[in-house]
């Protein structure tokens, strides 16, 4: 069962290891700990296979994105917003003690753009 991880929990598809599943991530893993990460948990949505599958025109591939999970030194230069709205700004410099500067010169710490930021610019 391929899901895609809403929240960050830890889970187990053999009943002896535990992992992390990271939110934003997708998973391929048992239908017993799909359906608890989505219908019990509600913390993963269920992917269609369909998506998966090869598409007939080459061209519709697309290449690996920078997601915010990335290093935050690979940040520079993202475009991104608040997930809960607002305005789009360029991360203009990640600085020592966390803080990442945003175009509209804001200093938040890296965490909370990790948390509550999406990408805008997603290539």
Known sequence: ???KML???KGSENGIVTKLFEAGKTY??????GDVF???MHIANQLDIAKFETPEDP?????PEITLQSKPSQW?????????GGDIVT??????GFKVLLSDGQRIHFNT????WELTNVH
């Open 28 to 33: 391929d893993v048992d239908q017993s700990l």
């Open 59 to 63: 061209a519709i591939i697309e290449t």
């Open 113 to 116: 753009i990790r948390n509550d």
């Open 76 to 84: 520079v230069g993202l475009q991104i917003r608040p997930k809960a």
């Open 38 to 40: 989505v219908n019990v």
């Open 1 to 3: 069962m391929k899901i």
């Open 91 to 96: 991360i203009e410099k990640v600085e020592k």
């Open 7 to 9: 929240k960050s929990a």
